[in-house]
């Protein structure tokens, strides 16, 4: 019965349905983009550690209010596009799976981030400068761009789930 009003549920709104997803992956991992290609550079240019720091926490937390709501609007249309798009018992089937993985995964990273994020502010309003860039480093070397290679992943094999 749920999977059947599912079904009907992404039929009647399948292209708001696949829209918001797209829409919101494209938020999600082009912000990741946008901040550590543009924005990470654009701040090295500033001497003063306490508004290099500032800048930062507040581009940081600009985007999570941003990307939470697009986090959370990825996994609902995601279940409803597997559901309704009949995946299941396919052999496209492992590749939502996969998917989903990565999705997964990149949400913890982001979390991660978001942490740090809050344990650099934490540092930053003790003025504690040099704490809370190290808290931060790990952020712009590694993890933004581990979830970007993960979301361009994720992309290609929704890609690859529409096309067939």
Same mark, same amino acid.
């Given at each position: 019965m749920i999977k059947e009003m599912m079904v009907? $549920? $992404?039929?009647?709104?399948?292209?708001? @349905?696949? $829209? +918001?997803?797209?829409?919101?992956? @494209? @938020?999600?991992?082009?912000?990741? @983009?946008?901040i550590r290609f543009a924005v990470h550079y654009a701040i090295q240019d500033i001497d003063e550690p306490k508004i290099k720091i500032g800048k930062t926490l507040d581009f940081l937390k600009r985007f999570f209010n941003i990307v939470i709501p697009a986090i959370i609007i990825i996994a609902m249309t995601a279940g409803i596009m597997a559901i309704g +798009?009949? $995946?299941?018992?396919? /052999?496209?089937y492992p590749i939502v799976h996969l998917k989903d993985f990565i999705w997964v995964i990149m949400t913890i990273i982001f979390i991660i981030v978001y942490k740090k994020r809050e344990k650099a502010e934490l540092f930053f309003n003790e003025n504690n400068f040099k704490e809370a860039k190290q808290t931060l480093q790990p952020i712009a070397k590694y993890?933004? /761009?581990?979830?970007?290679?993960?979301?361009i992943f994720a992309l290609?094999?929704?890609?690859?789930?529409?096309g067939f």
């Open positions: 009907n $549920f $992404f039929h009647n709104y399948s292209t708001i @349905i696949v $829209f +918001l997803h797209i829409l919101s992956a @494209i @938020i999600w991992v082009g912000g990741m @983009i946008a +798009l009949g $995946f299941k018992d396919t /052999p496209l993890l933004i /761009p581990l979830n970007i290679v993960l979301g290609y094999l929704g890609v690859t789930l529409r």
